[in-house]
């Protein structure tokens, strides 16, 4: 298929600077009607009416590059025409179903079994948003060992509800009151370029990963044994931080010795995004249970879902529930975006795009005094901003205005990162060679700008 048609044409177009005085209007009400912690709309301000492909248009007429495509969400680009045909033709049959099976969401579960890996073979559809798959995997282990800690990661994200909040280590997402689950501990990931051992890549030995056995066997370590360890293939919030080759596998040796259950959460990094269907396949690791969200629901419906062998499935019916686990509409959307997916192997687009961007990010790298540090694997890409690169000193202002100068140019990109200076690349995986060039026109340029202005 030729993946030029899923986009706006001489995309991108900004006719007017935004936010134009339609978005304004509409931006206005937003910030008066609803509630303050609204985020995207303040960093991106702007409106939308439509979505194609790799591209967005704002209600001013402006059209966009969308470089975030929705969080990780829009693996095969807003509005999939394939996807979209599924989703019309399911309303019209079934939208919802709780648990009780229908054929939408049998050919998902066929579809799910043809890509996850030898030893998962159970799934199980949890309530709509990635953090209901997180929920269930830590009840799952708990269920399972019947212990109570778990050990998650600095830089992790997984969600927002209580459990999931518990287990992501971003200090301003959590109030001051929030105490979240009890017996939490976090260590440190393979953030390479701020080693929180002060170690280098060449030769540290993965001491990061070596800790988490100092963990589990000193008995004065401060965690008794847990229920399970959660961990992310590549980090996405925490700053798109892609660990050596050899983190993952050693997390994996580790917890099996200590019969601890390892959960990978692929919710971010799956489906196709790092150049495999699943990040953790960039290893071999194989998790004891595995998250997934965004992405499986094609264009943004809403649904989730955990799977793991079928030993961990000891709950008895009815042990995890809730009314909206039957998105029939998601089913049937998911399996067109998952079979797409497959057809036009955009894991090895994904994989082939990805490194020709990395390595002209890279050149811009070592010509600016502002990018620390460029990474990633596949689409899923990270640029850490710096004061200068001597002292490393985190710039979450100039990463802000960075956004801002993109977002005027036609460019949309979020950030991240421990301290918010980190910009990030989620673009749909129908990305062409021609629109990630102009994108990258746009960044470098804004780059520059940043530099000049400080
Ligand atoms: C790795 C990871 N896990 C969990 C979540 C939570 O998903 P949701 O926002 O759909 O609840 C996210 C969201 O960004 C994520 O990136």
């Known amino acids: 298929?030729?993946?030029?048609?899923l986009s706006f044409p001489d995309a991108p177009i900004i006719?007017?600077?935004p936010p134009g005085p339609k978005s304004k209007e509409i931006l206005d009400y937003q910030f008066f009607h609803e509630g303050a912690a609204v985020s995207y709309s303040r960093g991106l301000p702007m409106a939308i009416k439509r979505g194609r492909g790799v591209t967005i248009e704002d209600v001013d007429g402006n059209i966009y590059l969308d470089f975030f495509g929705g969080a990780g969400v829009l693996n095969v680009g807003h509005s999939h025409p394939a996807v979209i045909e599924a989703a019309a033709d399911q309303i019209r049959e079934?939208?919802?179903?709780?648990?009780i099976p229908n054929l939408p969401r049998k050919a998902l579960v066929e579809n799910l079994f043809s890509v996850l890996p030898e030893g998962i073979d159970k799934v199980f559809f949890g309530g709509p948003t990635g953090s209901d798959a997180v929920e269930a995997a830590v009840k799952l282990a708990k269920f399972n060992t019947q212990r109570t800690g778990l050990i998650s990661f600095e830089g992790g994200y997984h969600g927002m509800t209580a459990g999931a909040l518990s287990l992501t280590s971003g200090y301003p997402f959590k109030e001051s009151l929030f105490s979240g689950l009890p017996d939490i501990h976090f260590i440190p990931y393979a953030y390479c370029y701020r080693c929180a051992f002060n170690k280098h890549p060449?030769?540290?030995g993965i001491e990061c990963a070596?800790?988490?056995e100092h963990k589990l066997d000193d008995p004065h370590s401060g965690a008794g044994k847990p229920a399970a360890v959660i961990v992310e293939a590549v980090q996405g919030e925490g700053g798109t931080i892609v660990p050596p080759e050899g983190f993952l596998p050693k997390i994996r040796e580790i917890c099996t010795k200590y019969e601890v259950l390892l959960i990978i959460d692929e919710i971010q990094a799956g489906f196709c995004r790092t150049g495999k269907m699943f990040a953790f396949e960039h290893t071999q690791t194989v998790p004891d249970i595995m998250t997934m969200s965004k992405a499986l629901g094609g264009v943004g419906f809403p649904i989730s879902c955990i799977a793991y062998n079928r030993a961990l499935d000891t709950w008895p019916p009815g042990k995890h529930i809730g009314t909206f686990r039957g998105n029939v509409i998601a089913y049937a959307a998911g399996?067109?975006?998952?079979?797409f997916m497959k057809e036009q192997d955009l894991a090895g687009h994904a994989a082939a795009l990805g490194n020709t961007m990395l390595s002209r990010l890279k050149n811009m790298e070592a010509r600016s005094e502002i990018i620390g540090e460029v990474r990633g694997k596949g689409l899923m890409l990270g640029v850490e901003l710096v004061e200068d690169k001597a002292s490393k000193k985190p710039a979450p202002l100039l990463a802000r205005d960075l956004r801002t100068y993109c977002h005027r140019r036609g460019l949309l990109i979020e950030i991240g990162g421990h301290y918010f200076n980190v910009a990030r690349f989620l673009p749909p995986l129908v990305l062409t060679a021609d629109l990630a060039d102009k994108g990258l026109d746009i960044f470098e340029e804004s780059v520059q700008q940043v530099e000049k202005s400080r």
Do not use: F, G, P, V
């Open 1 to 5: 298929m030729d993946l030029r048609k």
């Open 15 to 17: 006719k007017i600077e």
């Open 210 to 212: 070596q800790y988490l």
């Open 202 to 204: 060449d030769s540290c």
């Open 335 to 339: 399996n067109a975006a998952l079979t």
């Open 94 to 99: 079934l939208t919802h179903s709780l648990d």
